[in-house]
């Protein structure tokens, strides 16, 4: 199952239609081990407008996801 991860919380950014602002986001993951339960932590949105950070917003496990078999087998052979 392919990790889907959502915002914690809606975002919204207000600002005047004449100060155009240069809203932008980052993603920084931080993605757990398997397997990760619904609602993990698996990293945070950081929202900028130029340079000045306005917020940051963690990103969450939209459902579990486990460890496949071939996964399991393919991590114990590569252990060192």
């Known amino acids: 199952t392919p ?4 915002l914690s919380k809606a ?3 207000d600002f005047y239609p004449a100060e155009e602002p240069l809203i ?3 993603i920084h993951w931080k993605i757990p081990p ?3 339960q619904k609602g993990a932590l698996v ?3 950081h929202l900028y407008d130029g ?3 306005l917020e940051t917003v ?3 496990a939209e459902k579990s996801v486990e460890q496949t078999w071939r996964a399991s087998l393919k991590r ?3 252990k060192k």
Request: aromatic residues 4%; positive net charge.
């Open 51 to 53: 340079k000045k950070r």
């Open 24 to 26: 932008h986001a980052e």
């Open 3 to 6: 990790l889907c991860a959502v």
């Open 11 to 13: 975002v919204a950014v």
């Open 34 to 36: 398997l397997p990760i």
């Open 58 to 60: 963690p990103l969450v």
């Open 43 to 45: 990293g945070e949105v």
């Open 76 to 78: 114990l052979f590569l």
